[in-house]
């Protein structure tokens, strides 16, 4: 029997947008899923956004103010993907309402916020998922049971890249996004910290690690009013930058592995260049966003002159067979997403954690302090 379940979502921008999809689209995929989610409420403070979001996707209610959401009974789920520095109120206080929360990365502007929100999921007895989408990719479910499993050997090292352009152009406008009372720590918050949820989920603990940050671009044009999260402002009155674009950071893992993970956000030419190359004793396996359902794999008796094949995942690969009948039959980003929001509902349902939870965001967060706190002193620093 299918179970209606209330369903809201606090925030709607672009992700806002990209979870409301991901709610309509997961019965079409995950059939047998026990719960059906209802749009009940819209919450964006941005006049008329919830409206005309109500109109187009089927809320029954739309609004400015996020705590109606919380009052309401009829809603027992709720995706936030508001700004940074609003996750800390908003996750804790859902929670405390008995709401189960489906909530962004990086959840807070540190390893202090993720904990309040993680805190306050333990202790009401809901359930918790947080956007570490890339970890859904069937194909980064593949490496990980190559890794795990042994098949490139003893993992010696690896390196992560997240490179983008979306705040390269000089006119991109100065949004929360860079103001550190409102995006917290830049890049390190918005892509590193993917990155690093990448990091864990394939190979385990970080235990120490040195980091070196830069601001290339220190100053922005304010826009006129709110807009896109990465619209321009041409001829805007200046102001300050104040976190990273740029985060290079060497790894120890607990396991002795190395590791090296890059990120920055005014990278010309790269368009979400995200991905990783892991490499072992007897072999290595390679990743690319942009060619989601490819690895390069490294295995044979060769060791030197070893070639690289092509795999493409399929059916039998994480939750490729929800989405395609046969390898090579491509995945995209939003599919990741839907994949997200089963492993939540899946998580409502059965009353088990399945997916990236608040302890993992509160794992990544704890790595990116570490960061930070290298960058300021210019040494290793042990993580925690």
Not at 38 to 47: F, H, M
Not at 75 to 90: K, Y
Not at 238 to 254: K, Q, S, T
Not at 284 to 295: G, I, K, Y
Request: charged share 20%.
């Amino acid at each position: 029997m299918v179970e209606a379940l209330g369903v809201a979502v606090v925030g709607f921008g672009w992700m806002g947008r990209v979870h409301t999809q991901a709610y309509a689209r997961v019965a079409h995929h995950y059939p047998l899923l026990p719960l059906r989610p209802e749009p009940v409420w819209v919450a964006e403070e941005v006049p008329g956004r919830a409206e005309e979001a109500a109109a187009r996707f089927g809320f029954a209610s739309a609004t400015r103010d996020w705590r109606e959401v919380a009052a309401d009974p009829r809603v027992e789920a709720v995706s936030v993907t508001v700004p940074n520095f609003l996750h800390r109120e908003i996750g804790v206080a859902l929670a405390e309402a008995g709401k189960h929360l489906w909530i962004e990365k990086p959840v807070g502007l540190g390893a202090a916020d993720a904990r309040a929100v993680a805190d306050a999921v333990a202790k009401a007895g809901v359930q918790g998922a947080v956007g570490f989408n890339y970890r859904n990719a069937p194909a980064v479910e593949a490496a990980r049971e190559l890794i795990t499993g042994g098949g490139i050997g003893a993992v010696t090292h690896v390196r992560i890249r997240l490179f983008s352009d979306y705040a390269a152009h000089p006119e991109a406008a100065l949004s929360w996004r860079y103001e550190r009372a409102r995006g917290g720590s830049g890049v390190l918050g918005d892509l590193a910290s993917h990155g690093v949820d990448l990091a864990h989920f394939l190979l385990g603990d970080i235990t120490s690690l040195t980091a070196d940050t830069a601001l290339f671009v220190p100053e922005r044009a304010r826009p006129p009013a709110p807009g896109p999260g990465h619209q321009r402002a041409p001829g805007g009155a200046p102001g300050r930058v104040e976190n990273e674009d740029y985060v290079g950071c060497l790894l120890r893992f607990a396991s002795g592995a190395r590791g090296v993970l890059e990120a920055c956000r005014v990278s010309v030419g790269e368009q979400n260049t995200y991905g990783f190359e892991v490499h072992g004793t007897r072999g290595a396996v390679f990743w690319d966003f942009r060619r989601l359902n490819e690895l390069g794999v490294a295995r044979g008796p060769a060791y030197q002159d070893q070639p690289v094949a092509t795999v493409y995942v399929g059916p039998g690969d994480g939750e490729f067979a929800a989405f395609q009948p046969g390898a090579a039959n491509a995945m995209g980003y939003d599919d990741l997403k839907v994949v997200e929001a089963y492993r939540f509902l899946r998580s409502i349902a059965e009353g088990t954690p399945h997916g990236a939870t608040l302890p993992d965001a509160v794992r990544c967060a704890t790595v990116v302090d570490a960061m930070i706190r290298s960058a300021g002193t210019g040494t290793w620093v042990t993580v925690g």
